[in-house]
């Protein structure tokens, strides 16, 4: 039965409004400010105190992972609930509670693959941001070409011993545990690979800073230096990895799809309306530059058809459907959109646009200039375009490779 007229889903949207109304904070309904996003773990900082408050009280409902169950910290909300949720969040304009590799791609997998006593173990500390993940997948020599990793894992007996090294791993510096993919059979290449979870302060692990063209750092090269890990962080099967972490990738090429590049900052106006400030209007409202008008408007309907499209494919996955192919036309879409996003943002902006610090410029100024030359990275990360759009050529069109 559709919302409004089930009277259980009614109930729920008035005493989730009511307790968001309640205990959100008036701070965390503001646009998104970088330096206070909640990743949580070990060394969060919070440098807005509201920002704890609002994780411990969401945390505490289990609303940072509502779809969970909640035996393991979640809401264990439906997705007409959830849906609600969501929709009373954006209603509030509030800022996500937590960020979280957890969250977005380690949580779903442990909840498919993981025994009962990890998903004791991990999960509950996802949803309440104790412990910050970080992702061991690419290596200087297997970056597209994922399955020929090389960091090597032994089996000692009592533990397992890790040797090698990780790119591109995101927050390495900053994140507590790593779920890293490992060879532990050098015989076979797909099925020579496992997954294991290990803490970053383990004797032998080194993570250090790449700089970017933007000025920050969210990457690391990572090293593995005799690393002892305990046997029963191993998650699924030996040598069985490689079908965790394919769908492990799904999750991440949907969820920064979803929630990553194509989506503004929480409670951020819409391009078109900060465009009538920095561009001005006629006296109907409209934009003065009508070329500009016309590429927004573009702009808008791309965006509106791309969260039509995850929210489609959402419902797919949630029904059982085959969505890996899929999530490689959302992840291409996506880092698209977003790079002409970001640019288009700084043209809008005109000179202000170009700011990279100074008095003279606002927050969201600043922040537009650098998130563009950050957009660049979007075709790289979590599977190249160049990689995505060979797997919709074979996986969805069928297509074969020519050979002349």
């Not at 290990?198 to 993570?207: C, H, P, Q, R, T």
Request: aromatic share 8%.
């Amino acid at each position: 039965m559709a919302d409004g007229m089930d009277p259980t889903l009614d109930q729920f949207r008035a005493e989730t409004r009511a307790w968001l109304e309640e205990n959100c904070p008036a701070s965390m309904r503001t646009p998104q400010v970088e330096d206070e996003t909640v990743w949580g773990g070990r060394k969060e900082e919070f440098k807005n105190p509201d920002s704890k408050l609002w994780l411990e009280r969401m945390a505490a409902k289990g609303w940072t992972a509502p779809t969970w169950p909640k035996a393991y910290g979640g809401g264990g909300l439906t997705k007409e609930e959830n849906l609600i949720l969501q929709q009373e969040l954006k209603r509030i304009k509030a800022r996500p509670a937590l960020n979280s590799f957890g969250l977005w791609m380690l949580g779903p997998v442990l909840l498919e693959y993981a025994n009962e006593e990890q998903k004791q173990k991990f999960l509950p500390d996802i949803v309440n941001g104790k412990i910050r993940w970080c992702q061991g997948y690419s290596e200087p020599g297997a970056g597209s070409d994922l399955a020929g990793l090389q960091t090597k894992c032994e089996d000692k007996g009592d533990h397992w011993l890790v040797n090698g090294q990780k790119v591109w791993t995101s927050y390495a510096d900053q994140a507590d545990w790593i779920f890293c993919l490992v060879r532990t059979d050098t015989s076979k290449k797909h099925e020579g690979i496992s997954f294991l979870l290990f803490d970053m302060e383990s004797e032998g692990v080194e993570a250090r800073p790449i700089k970017l063209i933007s000025g920050s750092s969210p990457f690391c090269e990572t090293f593995f230096n005799d690393v002892k890990v305990p046997k029963d962080h191993l998650v699924g099967r030996l040598n069985g990895g490689w079908e965790i972490a394919k769908r492990l990738l799904q999750y991440e090429r949907s969820n920064i799809s979803a929630t990553g590049f194509g989506a503004d900052r929480a409670g951020t106006p819409p391009l078109y309306e900060r465009a009538k400030e920095y561009v001005g209007t006629d006296a109907s409202g409209k934009l003065l530059d009508p070329d500009l008008r016309m590429r927004l408007a573009d702009l808008a309907m791309d965006d509106k058809a791309f969260k039509l499209t995850v929210a489609r494919m959402a419902e797919q996955s949630k029904a059982g459907e085959e969505v890996g192919h899929t999530a490689s036309i959302v992840k291409y879409a996506a880092a698209k959109l977003n790079q002409k996003k970001t640019e288009m943002t700084v043209e809008t902006l005109g000179y202000q646009g170009l700011g990279w610090e100074g008095e003279g410029f606002t927050d969201l100024e600043l922040a537009s200039n650098k998130a563009m030359l950050r957009a660049k990275a979007n075709s790289i990360e979590g599977g190249t375009s160049e990689v995505n759009l060979n797997v919709i050529a074979k996986r969805v069109l069928g297509l074969k490779e020519h050979k002349g």
